[in-house]
């Protein structure tokens, strides 16, 4: 966590509780979601979307663990509230739920808060996660994992998988009601996907032809993509940092000698020579990335070199497009079924990203067919949040 957000991080929790116990003070019945990140909130959307649309009238709170997904969810309109969620102590733990006194609590794919969730099993609050992967040598199989697999095997009155893998492995683990139920993540993407939305200053930069769309990246995938856009400059690139702090930004800036332009530093203000004839775009700013990607006749997506997985590849893939990724994509499901298709590509040096590049930019067959797949796939795995509704909720009357 860089510093402006660590801030954040702390500001967000000053007389939290308080503001909790105020604004839910008399309110009965209330659904409580908790999401840790962007990425996850984004997985757990359609859901909540779902619930509004079911019970109008019903008080839903949201908690989120990062700056990254407060500030620009903070006046999500579908639910009542969104705050921070506060620190998982015993005496916050307690308080928080003196507070709230949820109906029903929804967790996201592997946040396991020892007293929140222990006090919510000892009250008797239905709770579920959902979005759940699970792989061979995950944390919670270890030794030292014994903690969360007792919350796994205690505190859910459901576990929603995402692959029939994770249910063996959970099953193997002693948690005693599992489902499969897919990723409900797909069914927003395509419906992003299927909505009439663009962003006049990107129209006037690309002037109506596709591009190179990178997003969720990180330093060195920047460095890397600097470096294609430099042998290419008959190209143009969209580039969306996972990180905005202006040393990432600027690292870009510097490196592009074909021109580069701050998104930031335009908007709403009048284009100049400099963003007409800039080969590079850097959009700085959270939120519109999964609306990006249809800007695009290919994609890299950010986070298999430097960390766990790669972000969302089918943000993208829903487009059709094909999907390039760095080579840690073990644990992403969606990265593994869409490399064994053929409509995605994952790369390990710069080398193989020029290839997957180069076929992109020169054979048109290449992008018809795997942008194909790519969007057939993801109709194909479309339908979680449904099947998820009905766990929680039971059939819609």
């Given at each position: 966590?860089?510093?402006?957000?660590?801030?954040?991080?702390?500001?967000?929790?000053?007389?939290?509780?308080?503001?909790i116990?105020?604004?839910?003070?008399?309110?009965?019945?209330?659904?409580?979601?908790?999401?840790?990140?962007?990425g996850?909130?984004?997985?757990?959307?359609?859901?909540?979307?779902?619930?509004?649309?079911?019970?109008?009238?019903?008080?839903?709170?949201?908690?989120v663990?990062?700056?990254?997904?407060?500030?620009?969810?903070?006046?999500?309109?579908?639910?009542?509230?969104?705050?921070?969620?506060?620190?998982?102590?015993?005496?916050?733990?307690?308080?928080?739920?003196?507070?709230?006194?949820?109906?029903?609590a929804?967790?996201?794919?592997?946040?396991?808060?020892?007293?929140?969730?222990?006090?919510?099993?000892?009250?008797?609050?239905?709770?579920?996660?959902?979005?759940?992967?699970?792989?061979?040598?995950?944390?919670?199989?270890?030794?030292?994992?014994?903690?969360?697999?007792?919350?796994?095997?205690?505190?859910?009155?459901?576990v929603?998988?995402?692959?029939?893998?994770?249910?063996?492995?959970?099953?193997?683990?002693?948690?005693?009601?599992?489902?499969?139920?897919?990723?409900?993540?797909?069914?927003?993407?395509?419906?992003?996907?299927?909505?009439?939305?663009?962003?006049?200053?990107?129209?006037?930069?690309?002037?109506?032809?596709?591009?190179?769309?990178?997003?969720?990246?990180?330093?060195?995938?920047?460095?890397?993509?600097?470096?294609?856009?430099?042998?290419?400059?008959?190209?143009?690139?969209?580039?969306?940092?996972?990180?905005?702090?202006?040393?990432?930004?600027?690292?870009?800036?510097?490196?592009?000698?074909?021109?580069?332009?701050?998104?930031?530093?335009?908007?709403?203000?009048?284009?100049?020579?400099?963003?007409?004839?800039?080969?590079?775009?850097?959009?700085?700013?959270?939120?519109?990335?999964?609306?990006?990607?249809?800007?695009?006749?290919?994609?890299?997506?950010?986070?298999?070199?430097?960390?766990?997985?790669?972000?969302?590849?089918?943000?993208?893939?829903?487009y059709?497009?094909?999907?390039?990724?760095?080579?840690?994509?073990?644990?992403?499901?969606?990265?593994?079924?869409l490399?064994?298709?053929?409509?995605?590509?994952?790369?390990?040096?710069?080398?193989?990203?020029?290839?997957?590049?180069?076929?992109?930019?020169?054979?048109?067959?290449?992008?018809?067919?795997?942008?194909?797949?790519?969007?057939?796939?993801c109709?194909?795995?479309?339908?979680?949040?449904?099947?998820?509704?009905?766990?929680?909720?039971?059939?819609?009357?």
């Amino acid at each position: 966590m860089n510093t402006d957000k660590l801030k954040l991080f702390i500001k967000g929790r000053i007389g939290l509780l308080r503001k909790i116990e105020s604004a839910c003070r008399g309110k009965r019945d209330i659904i409580w979601f908790h999401v840790a990140s962007f990425g996850e909130f984004e997985e757990a959307r359609p859901v909540i979307e779902a619930t509004r649309a079911r019970f109008p009238k019903r008080k839903i709170l949201l908690t989120v663990f990062s700056p990254t997904v407060y500030e620009p969810m903070k006046d999500y309109d579908q639910v009542d509230w969104v705050f921070y969620l506060p620190l998982d102590t015993p005496w916050n733990a307690r308080r928080f739920l003196n507070a709230v006194r949820p109906v029903k609590a929804i967790f996201n794919i592997g946040e396991h808060w020892p007293f929140l969730l222990n006090g919510l099993r000892k009250r008797g609050i239905e709770t579920y996660i959902m979005s759940v992967r699970m792989e061979p040598d995950s944390p919670y199989l270890k030794w030292y994992g014994r903690v969360q697999r007792q919350i796994l095997q205690q505190c859910y009155r459901c576990v929603m998988v995402q692959n029939e893998d994770s249910k063996r492995l959970l099953e193997q683990m002693g948690v005693p009601k599992v489902k499969v139920v897919g990723d409900a993540r797909v069914d927003r993407v395509v419906t992003v996907c299927r909505q009439k939305w663009n962003d006049p200053l990107v129209d006037l930069w690309c002037d109506g032809v596709k591009v190179f769309v990178a997003g969720s990246t990180y330093e060195p995938e920047d460095r890397m993509l600097v470096e294609l856009a430099n042998t290419h400059p008959e190209v143009r690139m969209l580039i969306i940092p996972h990180e905005l702090d202006a040393a990432e930004v600027n690292g870009i800036l510097a490196g592009a000698t074909n021109g580069a332009v701050r998104y930031t530093d335009y908007k709403g203000k009048k284009a100049d020579d400099a963003l007409l004839g800039a080969q590079i775009l850097v959009v700085d700013t959270v939120g519109m990335l999964s609306r990006l990607y249809r800007y695009g006749f290919a994609a890299y997506v950010g986070g298999g070199f430097t960390g766990p997985m790669p972000h969302s590849v089918i943000e993208p893939a829903a487009y059709g497009i094909p999907v390039a990724f760095g080579p840690r994509y073990d644990r992403e499901l969606h990265c593994k079924d869409l490399a064994a298709l053929e409509a995605g590509f994952p790369v390990t040096n710069q080398q193989e990203l020029e290839f997957f590049f180069e076929k992109s930019v020169g054979d048109r067959k290449f992008l018809e067919r795997t942008g194909k797949i790519a969007a057939e796939y993801c109709r194909q795995s479309a339908g979680a949040t449904a099947t998820i509704m009905n766990i929680i909720f039971g059939p819609a009357e």
